[in-house]
């Protein structure tokens, strides 16, 4: 399998350091009962099996990221963050009410009393949080949205309805009268202006006068150049 570790956006990174932080320091001592250390696998004896859990799935997770394997529907930031919340609650529930030394013996001897926290509890504590923090970078801050839509519509959250359309547009015609609705006056749109005239036409030229013999007055004609009425030159104007 080809691992990348750039296929593993920054919080899955983190997660995974930190499951393996946390597996490291499960080995550490946790409690001090004055007579003995005990260590996570040794004191939290229903815990270890949740911590342990949390960090075999945030490795496996970022490891089949890593070798491009498709995870299907698994929501892998939001499991990832739900297994290092639990893990943070179970550590500050142990951190608050100490494992007593009777509890930490697998055969239930020793006192009653609590022991002291050592500093491999306040490293789990760290790494827990981390798992926790590196699965909510994963699901880009939207980890509490995904699990609230998960508990309150029973599955993926659905998508956002489409806006309704426009409603219809109402105007009343070129020209129409105004609309009187319950008392008030709408004016309607002005009517569109009436198109320029056409240029009246140029009078016709007055015909040219007759023209007349400038000797016996008789009408003549443009052509003639005689007179018909006394045979005299016509002579032109």
Same mark, same amino acid.
């Not at 080995?27 to 040794?42: H, K, M, P, R, Y």
């Not at 142990?94 to 509890?103: C, F, M, Q, Y």
């Given at each position: 399998?080809?691992?990348?570790?750039?296929?593993?956006?920054?919080?899955?990174?983190?997660?995974?350091?930190?499951?393996?932080?946390?597996?490291?320091?499960?080995?550490?001592?946790?409690?001090? !009962?004055? !007579?003995?250390?005990?260590?996570?696998?040794?004191?939290?004896?229903?815990? +270890?099996?949740?911590?342990? %859990?949390? %960090?075999?799935?945030?490795?496996?997770?970022?490891?089949?990221?890593?070798?491009?394997?498709?995870?299907?529907? @698994?929501?892998d930031?939001?499991?990832?963050?739900?297994?290092?919340?639990?893990? @943070?609650?179970? %550590?500050?529930f142990?951190? %608050?009410?100490?494992?007593?030394?009777?509890?930490a013996?697998?055969?239930?001897?020793?006192?009653?009393?609590?022991?002291?926290?050592?500093?491999?509890?306040?490293l789990?504590?760290?790494?827990?949080?981390?798992?926790?923090?590196?699965?909510?970078?994963?699901?880009?801050?939207?980890?509490?949205?995904?699990?609230?839509?998960?508990?309150?519509?029973?599955?993926?959250?659905?998508?956002?309805?489409?806006?309704?359309?426009?409603?219809? +547009?109402?105007?009343?015609?070129?020209?129409?009268?105004?609309?009187?609705?319950?008392?008030?006056?709408?004016?309607?749109?002005?009517?569109?202006?009436?198109?320029?005239?056409?240029?009246?036409?140029?009078?016709?030229?007055?015909?040219?006068?007759?023209?007349?013999?400038?000797?016996?007055?008789?009408?003549?004609?443009?052509?003639?150049? !005689?007179?018909?009425?006394?045979?005299?030159? @016509?002579? +032109?104007?």
């Open positions: 399998m080809d691992l990348q570790v750039e296929r593993l956006s920054q919080g899955e990174r983190i997660a995974a350091g930190s499951a393996l932080a946390l597996f490291v320091c499960m080995f550490l001592g946790w409690f001090n !009962f004055g !007579f003995a250390t005990s260590s996570a696998w040794d004191s939290l004896h229903y815990a +270890s099996p949740v911590l342990a %859990i949390a %960090i075999a799935a945030t490795l496996a997770i970022a490891f089949l990221k890593a070798g491009g394997r498709s995870l299907g529907d @698994v929501p930031g939001t499991a990832i963050f739900v297994l290092g919340c639990a893990a @943070v609650a179970l %550590i500050l142990r951190l %608050i009410d100490p494992v007593s030394a009777g509890e013996s697998p055969f239930g001897g020793g006192g009653e009393g609590g022991g002291s926290a050592e500093p491999g509890l306040f789990g504590l760290i790494a827990a949080a981390g798992i926790a923090a590196g699965g909510y970078l994963a699901t880009e801050g939207r980890a509490l949205d995904r699990l609230r839509g998960l508990f309150e519509g029973g599955g993926a959250m659905p998508p956002s309805a489409p806006p309704p359309p426009p409603p219809p +547009s109402h105007a009343p015609p070129v020209g129409a009268p105004p609309v009187r609705r319950e008392g008030v006056s709408m004016p309607a749109a002005a009517p569109a202006p009436a198109p320029a005239s056409a240029p009246a036409p140029a009078p016709a030229p007055a015909a040219a006068p007759a023209a007349r013999c400038a000797h016996c007055g008789a009408p003549t004609e443009q052509s003639d150049r !005689f007179c018909g009425a006394c045979g005299r030159p @016509v002579v +032109s104007p």
